[in-house]
Structures are given as structure tokens and as C-alpha cells.
């Protein structure tokens, strides 16, 4: 098994920038793929970023690229979302998820495990 925790949640203003960490354990060494989702009262799951084990591939999600950066650090098992220019509707409950199979996805369905999730509030 593998657990998951995030951190660095928290309240914002517009504009400003947070960093989330996501740190892994358990069976680490059985995970190809990190990523980031978010989730909006009344909202589905959505797909924000996903990298590689290698960190050398990323995918981003349209309403962030160019602001999120994705980023990992395997000899501490942990993945990065950077986040600047945050706005508004960048609010909701931010997840960190793992998977073991090889080929970078989007897809809620495709992802093994799970974090807990970390809150994010951007203030207008």
C-alpha cells in the first residue's frame, strides 16, 4: 500500500501563491505517477497536473498551465504544486494522487491512491 498526506493548504489573496507538497510512504517504489486534482463545493474531481517518476514529463490542465508548476523529488518520495497568480476560482480542496501503471493520465478512474485532501481558499 501506499499512503499519501498534502500540506500547505490555506487562505490567499488573488494573485498571490501557495505551494502544496505531497508526501508519500509506504510502497513507494511501486508508483509511476503523481498528479493533482481539486475539487469545488458541488463540483466533480478535476485533473489539475500530473509528472512522471522521472519528473521529466508533465501534463497540465488549461486553466492552469502557465501558472501551476508540478514538481517531484524522489529521494524524499514527495510531489510539488507550485501555484502563482492564484484567482478565485482556483478554490477547493486540493488532492494528491498516485498511480502505478506507466503512461500519464487525466482520468480520476486511473489513479490508485489517494491523499486525505488540503484546502485552498482564494480570496477576490
Known amino acids: 500500500q501506499v499512503q499519501l498526506v498534502e500540506s500547505g493548504g490555506g487562505l490567499v489573496q488573488a494573485g498571490g501563491s501557495l505551494r502544496l507538497s505531497c508526501a508519500a510512504s509506504?510502497?513507494?517504489?511501486?508508483?509511476?505517477?503523481m498528479g493533482w486534482f481539486r475539487q469545488a463545493p458541488g463540483e466533480e474531481r478535476e485533473f489539475v497536473a500530473a509528472?512522471?517518476?522521472?519528473?521529466?514529463?508533465?501534463i497540465y490542465a488549461d486553466s492552469v498551465k502557465g501558472r501551476f508548476t508540478i514538481s517531484r523529488d524522489n529521494a524524499k518520495t514527495t510531489a510539488y504544486l507550485q501555484m502563482n497568480s492564484l484567482k478565485p476560482e482556483d478554490t477547493a480542496v486540493y488532492y494528491c494522487?498516485?498511480?502505478?501503471?506507466?503512461?500519464?493520465?487525466?482520468?480520476?478512474?486511473?489513479?490508485?491512491?489517494w491523499g486525505q485532501g488540503t484546502q485552498v481558499t482564494v480570496s477576490s
Open positions: 494522487a498516485a498511480r502505478i501503471r506507466e503512461f500519464l493520465t487525466r482520468m480520476v478512474k486511473d489513479y490508485d491512491y
Open positions: 509528472i512522471t517518476r522521472s519528473g521529466t514529463s508533465t
Open positions: 509506504g510502497r513507494t517504489f511501486r508508483i509511476y505517477g
